[in-house]
């Protein structure tokens, strides 16, 4: 595959840009961030801002869009019957606690005040997607909005509470909490 100048120098330029709004995102926090700053900061004019992000929101949505997208890249598939195979539950399970830990410094961020305040109602969303493509929901006892809440509910608080304690436990210990939580609240609610 050849790759064009262009594309390259156009990739460089939103590392640029991305790497200074999480610079400015981390000195002075989201609601004082403004475009102008973005500008001067990654030495690139207006237009060039705007060839990349219609505006900071758009910046950090991306930011965190992608940052949960890679959380669950290549994931083994789960399905009603998968979930009684321990190997693949706790295999998914490690691996999306992994990348957690592996990108931390983001999560903390994107957790803290310094950010915009829509990141875990982003995993959330994020998280319910992924469990609709999956025959799970045919599979509930109780109505899918329940479930959900109790599913998003249940994983996005673990994970916030292991950020908010700073990542005390391990990835491995912190995966084994997990494991033993998420199948007896899924007994509880698929038939």
Not at 36 to 65: G, M, P, W
Request: proline residues 3%.
């Amino acid at each position: 595959m050849k790759t064009n100048k262009n594309t390259i120098i156009y990739d460089t330029v939103e590392k640029r840009i991305v790497s200074e709004f999480l610079k400015l995102l981390q000195s002075v926090g989201y609601k004082q961030i403004t475009v102008s700053q973005l500008i001067i900061n990654s030495q690139i004019n207006r237009s060039t801002f705007y060839a990349h992000f219609l505006d900071k929101e758009d910046l950090i949505t991306h930011l965190q869009v992608n940052l949960l997208t890679e959380l669950t890249k290549d994931l083994p598939e789960v399905n009603v019957y998968s979930l009684n195979d321990q190997d693949i539950v706790r295999g998914r399970i490690e691996t999306i606690i992994n990348r957690v830990y592996d990108k931390k410094a983001l999560f903390k961020l994107f957790y803290s005040d310094k950010s915009d305040g829509l990141f875990f109602s982003r995993f959330s969303n994020f998280s319910e997607q992924l469990l609709l493509q999956t025959d799970i929901p045919e599979r509930m006892t109780v109505p899918e909005v329940y479930s959900f809440a109790v599913i998003d509910g249940v994983m996005v608080n673990l994970i916030q509470n292991w950020i908010k304690r700073d990542f005390v436990e391990t990835p491995e210990e912190f995966s084994g909490i997990v494991s033993h939580i998420l199948p007896i609240m899924f007994k509880g609610i698929i038939a």
